[in-house]
């Protein structure tokens, strides 16, 4: 079985700072990570994912992720926020395996930036 | 870019009423899902599809059914509301078979069951 676990549940940060939020796995087989980002009262929107290759990958936004496979880690920076990256951060994981087609979802991290 | 469309966007329902919440698609997506989020929570599966005439339980699928007749439609419904059903529901879509692939969703349907 697969897991996820967001290791912040909450991550206050200043405007034009840079913030890490967290992410670890947990899965038997290989692995497709992904981050979403949910803005308020919309639904979950792609920023990132990682299928293979590279292990830092680059989304929308000045987002970025580094795939670390010895740490089963994922975790989500960006190097300066802004205003609007205030949102909720979900951190998925699914496999090519029997859970084919079905995403394991984290808590969510809601990241607030500050004037 | 209509995407991934659910209807309604909110819904108050008494306790023991049943009520049907629509969703459709147009990217000819094979995959389609129902969520739920709970307040502080991630999303929880209810139901899944891999296609028209075929669907498959989730984590969360007491209290709830669905159907699949065409590729674009996939209603959720809710029989004998509890208030353990108060959340907000996410149908979403992705293209394939396969865990590599992006999963589009919709704008959420907020439900209050009192």
């Known amino acids: 079985a697969q897991s996820v676990t967001q290791l912040d549940s909450q991550v206050p940060v200043f405007e034009e700072a840079p913030v890490e939020l967290r992410c670890n796995y947990s899965?038997?087989?290989?692995?497709?990570l992904f981050w979403y980002v949910q803005y308020p009262n919309q639904g979950l929107q792609l920023l990132l994912k990682?299928?293979?290759?590279?292990?830092l990958v680059k989304g929308i936004n000045g987002f970025e992720a580094e795939f670390n496979k010895s740490q089963t880690s994922f975790h989500l920076r960006k190097p300066s926020v802004h205003i609007s990256d205030t949102a909720e951060y979900f951190c998925?994981?699914?496999?090519?395996?029997?859970?084919?087609?079905?995403?394991?979802f984290g808590d969510g991290t809601t990241l607030t930036v500050k004037p | 870019n209509a995407g991934v469309t659910q209807t309604p966007k909110f819904r108050i329902l008494k306790i023991g009423q049943s009520m049907t919440l629509q969703c459709a698609q147009d990217?000819?997506?094979?995959?389609m899902y129902w969520y739920r989020q709970d307040p502080g929570m991630g999303l929880k599966l209810i139901y899944y599809?891999?296609?028209?005439?075929?669907?498959d339980k989730g984590e969360v699928p007491n209290g709830y059914n669905v159907s699949r007749s065409t590729t674009e439609d996939f209603p959720l419904r809710l029989e004998l509301a509890a208030p353990s059903q108060t959340s907000v529901y996410f149908c979403?879509?992705?293209?394939?078979?396969?865990?590599?692939?992006?999963?589009?969703f919709g704008e959420g349907s907020w439900l209050t069951v009192v």
């Open positions: 979403a879509s992705s293209q394939d078979r396969g865990g590599r692939n992006t999963i589009y």
């Open positions: 899965s038997s087989v290989s692995v497709y």
């Open positions: 990682y299928l293979s290759g590279s292990t």
């Open positions: 998925a994981v699914s496999d090519g395996g029997t859970n084919a087609g079905k995403s394991t």
């Open positions: 990217m000819n997506h094979n995959y």
């Open positions: 599809s891999v296609g028209a005439g075929i669907t």
